[in-house]
Antibody
Framework: EVQLVESGGGLVQPGGSLRLSCAASGFTFSSYDMHWVRQATGKGLEWVSAIGTAGDTYYPGSVKGRFTISRENAKNSLYLQMNSLRAGDTAVYYC???????????WGQGTLVTVSS | EIVMTQSPATLSVSPGERATLSCRASQSVSSNLAWYQQKPGQAPRLLIYGASTRATGIPARFSGSGSGTEFTLTISSLQSEDFAVYYCQQYNNWPLYTFGQGTKLEIK
């Protein structure tokens, strides 16, 4: 069974840091592009970062310079290092596998990040 | 950035009836469009990719159509488990993928 399991969420103060992890199983992790997507409570989905199979990384302007996506293929794991966190970063963070041409399937169950003093 | 606009924001439909959800792209995304279903407290689930191809295990009552800038998700006969929020996503511009704001499908 293809599965993604996130961990590492929690409460952090503004300006703080947090590292999220995503454990993948049931597929050849190294062969897929991977993404992080977030969702604030009651809001829509926002793409946060992507990493290609070659380790190339991409970010939207809202997190560029603060977030770093990485992968460790030997451990079938995806990471998101989040620095200089703001209240607006509060959301459930999902990891997702990119399909053959760009859709996301599957998604993990999500991990909640709360930025508050 | 390609902006995806979904309409309506909320759609009230009775069980057994047909639901039609729309998604418009600010520029052509060809057929590089996916639809997702999200229920409260759950992660999104892929329904449709390539604008019209059902994902594995998705019932035939779900269908997608369109290309370019105009897309439609149709649910032919609504079941109780279909009431959820639906999102469209364009993946024409790797990896700067964008989502619509969602359509909430509620019971009338």
């Amino acid at each position: 069974e293809v599965q993604l399991v996130e961990s590492g969420g929690g409460l952090v103060q503004p300006g703080g840091s947090l590292r999220l992890s995503c454990a993948a199983s049931g597929f050849t992790f190294s062969s897929y592009d991977m993404h992080w997507v977030r969702q604030a409570t009651g809001k829509g989905l926002e793409w946060v970062s992507a990493i290609g199979t070659a380790g190339d990384t991409y970010y939207p302007g809202s997190v560029k310079g603060r977030f770093t996506i990485s992968r460790e293929n030997a451990k079938n794991s995806l990471y998101l290092q989040m620095n200089s966190l703001r209240a607006g970063d509060t959301a459930v963070y999902y990891c997702a596998r990119e399909g053959r041409e760009g859709w996301f399937d599957p998604w993990g169950q999500g991990t909640l990040v709360t930025v508050s003093s | 950035e390609i902006v995806m606009t979904q309409s309506p924001a909320t759609l009230s439909v009775s069980p057994g009836e047909r639901a039609t959800l729309s998604c418009r792209a600010s520029q052509s995304v060809s057929s590089n469009l996916a639809w997702y279903q999200q229920k409260p407290g759950q992660a999104p689930r892929l329904l449709i990719y390539g604008a019209s191809t059902r994902a594995t295990g998705i019932p035939a009552r779900f269908s997608g159509s369109g290309s370019g800038t105009e897309f439609t998700l149709t649910i032919s006969s609504l079941q109780s488990e279909d009431f959820a929020v639906y999102y469209c996503q364009q993946y024409n511009n790797w990896p700067l993928y964008t989502f619509g704001q969602g359509t909430k499908l509620e019971i009338k």
